[in-house]
Every structure is written in structure tokens, then in C-alpha cells.
């Protein structure tokens, strides 16, 4: 199972917005909507920011969002904050036949 | 609060065995399934397997396929990995993680701190 495709690395200043791309295969994101994307502090255990596409755990700040087009997913953080710096991963179902999970390589954020 | 709490890891050589733990708390365990997760030092997270609620469905990532099986004791709230073979790209921090479905849908709402694995010679 391939990883899914992420930038290394984006940023932006504070009160910007940014959006993260997610690409994978018409077997994985393109083909069901449970993609969801985790934040990583560094030293902390990764953080569950949005799940089956665009849905946010409770106590996740509404200037996270997600979407899908096709094979890709994206995060888009608006009127950024400097505690939104971090990793980004993405992550998706594989399919019914191989029932494996997939992740992204990882972005980092950088609020400048 | 739901609580993930690993043990286990350690320092090994190449070829031998570590079993990993995972104690769970904080929710109904076996109204879930869960997964393990590793991270690399200084790299991404890569995923390495999933036990359904009632351990009726199992699989595994191709890396570590063969090596690792993993297991749950809901009697227990635990979560165990068994990992043979070790091979020096298993050095991760093994990370224990909530699904939000009794059946995987590999979407990972909690996770523990991990326990770090080391093998080396």
C-alpha cells in the first residue's frame, strides 16, 4: 500500500489561510470518505483534527476544515495561529480488499 | 477521559522478539476497534495493524506481515502486539490507537504517548 501524497512542508502568517493537499488513488480517497487528518506537536502523540472528510471531533476550533475532489483530500486551516504549527498527516481507508489503513508523509506547517 | 497507555518497548538485537501492551481505559473497550501505529525517529507515521472488537478481523501492514500479530483481551481492556524477526527499520515509537468504529474504519480518535522500540546490535 502506497503512501498517500503530501507537500513536505507549507506556511503562512497568522490570520492567513492555508490548505493542504492530500493525493491518493481512485482505490482509496477516491473511492470512500474516510479520510481524516491528525496534527503532531513535536514529543506528542498525533491529534484527531478531522475525520470522514470534513466532520470535526468536539473541541476541534471550526478554523479547521476539510474537502475531497476526486483522489484528493485537503485541510485548509484559516486565520491561522502560531500554536497550528506543526505536522499535518493525512490518512485513509485502503478498501474492502486489502482492509489496510494509509498515511500521508507528512506536512509541516510553518507559521511565520 | 480515555486512557492509552503502552508498554513493552525496549532496547533489542536483530532477530529477536518484544511484545507490546497497551492498556486501555476511560470507554467500553470491546465496542471498538484498535490499531497500531509507528513512527520512525524523526519521520511520518506509518500504519501496522488493526484488530476488529471481537478480533474476528485482522490484518496487517505489508512491512511487518508474518512478523507481528496482534491480539486483545477484553476482559483485560488490553491490546497487545507480538513482533518476531526484528529488523532494524522496526525502530519506531509504537504508538496504541481508538478506532471511532467497532469495525476498523482506520480513523484514529485516541492514542497513546507510544513506547519506543530499538533494535540494534
Known amino acids: 500500500q502506497s503512501a498517500l501524497t503530501q507537500p513536505a512542508s507549507v506556511s503562512g502568517s497568522p490570520g492567513q489561510s492555508i490548505t493542504i493537499s492530500c493525493t491518493g488513488t481512485?482505490?482509496?480517497?477516491?473511492?470512500?470518505?474516510?479520510v481524516s487528518w491528525y496534527q503532531q506537536h513535536p514529543g506528542k502523540a498525533p491529534k484527531l483534527m478531522i475525520y470522514?472528510?470534513?466532520k470535526r471531533p468536539s473541541g476541534v476550533s471550526n478554523r479547521f476544515s476539510g474537502s475531497k475532489s476526486g483522489n484528493t483530500a485537503s485541510l485548509t486551516i484559516s486565520g491561522l495561529q502560531v500554536e497550528d504549527e506543526g505536522d499535518y498527516y493525512c490518512?485513509?481507508?485502503?478498501?474492502?480488499?486489502?482492509?489496510?489503513?494509509?498515511f500521508g508523509g507528512g506536512t509541516k506547517l510553518t507559521v511565520l | 477521559e480515555v486512557q492509552l497507555v503502552e508498554s513493552g518497548g525496549g532496547l533489542v538485537q536483530p532477530g529477536r522478539s518484544l511484545r507490546l501492551s497497551c492498556a486501555a481505559s476511560?470507554?467500553?473497550?470491546?465496542?471498538?476497534?484498535m490499531h497500531w501505529v509507528r513512527q520512525p525517529p524523526g519521520k511520518g507515521l506509518e500504519w501496522v495493524s488493526v484488530?476488529?472488537?471481537?478480533?474476528?478481523?485482522?490484518d496487517y501492514a505489508d512491512s511487518v506481515r508474518g512478523r507481528f500479530t496482534i491480539s486483545r483481551d477484553n476482559a483485560k481492556s488490553s491490546l497487545y502486539l507480538q513482533m518476531n524477526s526484528l529488523r532494524a527499520e522496526d525502530t519506531a515509537l509504537y504508538y496504541c490507537?481508538?478506532?471511532?468504529?467497532?469495525?476498523?474504519?482506520?480513523?484514529?480518535?485516541?492514542w497513546g504517548q507510544g513506547t519506543l522500540v530499538t533494535v540494534s546490535s
Open positions: 470522514e472528510i470534513n
Open positions: 476511560g470507554f467500553t473497550f470491546d465496542d471498538y476497534a
Open positions: 490507537a481508538k478506532d471511532i468504529r467497532r469495525g476498523q474504519v482506520f480513523i484514529f480518535d485516541s
Open positions: 490518512c485513509s481507508y485502503g478498501g474492502s480488499r486489502t482492509s489496510r489503513g494509509v
Open positions: 481512485s482505490s482509496d480517497i477516491g473511492s470512500y470518505n474516510l
Open positions: 484488530i476488529n472488537w471481537n478480533s474476528g478481523s485482522i
